[in-house]
């Protein structure tokens, strides 16, 4: 059974930092895509970021870059999310997804098959 749980969530102040870990077990984790996701009250899950299998490619939403990163390792079965100059819209719930998908790179919520339950991020301005 694929489990992904997220952790770092807080608050934190406008212009501040803050680094989101997500752990998988269950799975071979060198063979998923992995991917970040938010969803802020009222509106739909979107895209944060995706990292391939390897960690070779990955993909930021076009308004998050220069802001967020993408990481994962391996050995750990672990992924990460590097969050700097932190605004108060980026205040969601923060999910992580995983897809098997040896190669290639995915980026739509539809395209993932296993969730996270979700950790609250809130920026205060």
């Known amino acids: 059974q694929v489990t992904l749980v997220e952790s770092g969530g807080g608050l934190a102040q406008a212009g501040g930092s803050l680094r989101l870990s997500c752990g998988a077990s269950?799975?071979?984790?060198?063979?998923?895509?992995m991917g970040w996701f938010r969803q802020a009250p009222g509106k739909e899950r979107e895209s944060v970021a995706a990292?391939?299998?390897?960690?070779?490619?990955?993909s930021i939403t076009d308004s998050l870059k220069g802001r967020f990163t993408i990481s994962r390792v391996n050995a750990k079965n672990t992924m990460y999310l590097e969050m700097n100059s932190l605004k108060p819209e980026d205040t969601a719930v923060y999910y992580c997804?995983?897809?098997?998908?040896?190669?290639?790179?995915?980026?739509?919520?539809?395209?993932?098959?296993?969730w996270g339950q979700g950790t609250q991020v809130t920026v205060s301005s």
């Open positions: 997804a995983a897809v098997f998908a040896p190669y290639g790179l995915y980026t739509a919520v539809n395209e993932y098959d296993y």
């Open positions: 269950g799975v071979i984790f060198s063979d998923y895509v």
């Open positions: 990292i391939s299998a390897t960690g070779g490619r990955t």
